[in-house]
């Protein structure tokens, strides 16, 4: 009996670490010469792992099946859930004996690690913004569910993958060096005030909580707190890695137009991958627009968008305050109100319906990018 506590002990232990539950269970039976247990017991291992997972995750399953019976997004999130679950069970009816087999083997179970290891290097190069979920998405994830090695290795699992992220040094430190410990209401500290102030009255007898959004909110508030010289760097780094442009295009766009996109973008991005994703707009070309986004762009708005690109096209002054006076002018012509075309010119310039000031973007963009884009924005309009 005392091997089987143990083995549920172990899954317990992994099921919620960075590390594969499954493929730990099956190296711990042979490294300690432990017999594998019958699928009864296995199934009640998982099954108990099902449950503690559906307690822990209870308010996201609540708010998501309420919702689902008004709401159509979540009614399709749901039914996406569902169809990933299928290929892992017609996987298991149709070869659950030679399976069981084959991953009863040490040596294939341990080549399972550095077989995922791969997949997420190479989803790791090709990682792009977010997309739209789709039903070849969902079967996607579930045929990954019935290969991978089961590793649940989500979220960041070093300093170095913090890094990737985006994640600032101070940042970090400050964050880990809070757990467990307090000094008065202070949030943000610096390494020099740390060093300073910390002492053991302050550490608390609780366990600390891991809090990603606290995390995300420290670094935030270190981003607004950096040297703008280095966060510009920073910012030109991660654009390239993130695939945004190639350095060549960074390096072209020149210091003082990164140095102003960083000095904006930092006030509504918490983390360099989200301002170097967000900085998409400065380099050439068409920007990605979600279906949902386009309604915007009503039939009614084809000759404002069409002559507001006529008059940034004979803009002599392109600075914020340069467009602005032109844009404007040309809505006070039209007898329209700022209002009426701001999202939809933000979303034409950027791509996005949050950024900075809308006359910033655009002087940011440059004539050429803004000019073209509001005209293909005009074309979305008549093609509604």
Not at 143 to 171: N, Q, T
Not at 243 to 250: L, M, W, Y
Not at 276 to 305: C, H, I, N
């Amino acid at each position: 009996m005392y091997r089987y506590l143990l083995l549920g002990l172990l899954q317990g232990l992994t099921e919620f670490l960075p590390v594969s539950s499954s493929g730990h269970l099956v190296l711990t039976q042979r490294l300690l010469g432990v017999d594998p247990p019958g699928l009864a017991l296995e199934g009640v291992v998982h099954l108990a792992t099902m449950v503690a997972v559906a307690i822990y995750f209870r308010s996201q399953l609540w708010r998501l099946l309420s919702r689902a019976a008004c709401g159509q997004a979540e009614r399709r999130y749901l039914g996406l859930l569902l169809l990933a679950a299928l290929p892992a069970g017609i996987v298991g009816l149709l070869l659950a004996n030679p399976l069981e087999v084959a991953f009863s083997s040490l040596h294939l179970t341990g080549g399972m690690f550095f077989l995922t290891a791969s997949f997420l290097g190479l989803t790791q190069l090709r990682r792009g913004g977010p997309r739209p979920l789709g039903i070849r998405h969902a079967l996607a994830m579930g045929l990954k569910m019935c290969i991978r090695d089961r590793s649940k290795r989500h979220g960041a699992v070093s300093v170095l993958e913090y890094r990737r992220r985006g994640f600032l040094p101070e940042a970090l430190i400050n964050f880990f060096a809070r757990l467990g410990w307090s000094h008065g209401d202070q949030e943000i500290f610096s390494r020099e005030e740390l060093i300073e102030l910390f002492d053991l009255p302050g550490v608390g007898k609780s366990a600390a909580v891991f809090d990603e959004q606290k995390l995300l909110w420290i670094n935030h508030e270190w981003l607004k707190r950096s040297d703008l010289s280095r966060l510009t760097k920073l910012l030109s780094e991660y654009i390239v890695q993130e695939g945004i442009a190639p350095r060549e295009e960074v390096e072209a766009l020149g210091e003082g137009k990164l140095r102003r996109a960083a000095e904006l973008l930092r006030e509504r991005n918490k983390t360099l991958v989200a301002m170097a994703q967000a900085a998409r707009f400065l380099f050439p070309g068409e920007l990605s627009v979600s279906e949902e986004t386009r309604r915007l762009f009503t039939p009614e708005l084809a000759e404002p968008l069409e002559k507001i690109a006529a008059a940034l096209e004979a803009c002599a002054d392109f600075s914020p305050e340069g467009v602005e006076q032109a844009v404007r002018a040309k809505l006070e012509e039209l007898g329209l109100p700022l209002k009426a075309v701001a999202q939809p010119i933000r979303v034409a310039v950027t791509g996005r319906t949050v950024s900075p000031g809308l006359f910033d973007v655009i002087s940011l963009a440059g004539r050429e990018s803004a000019v073209a884009r509001l005209r293909r924005a005009a074309q979305w309009c008549l093609a509604v």
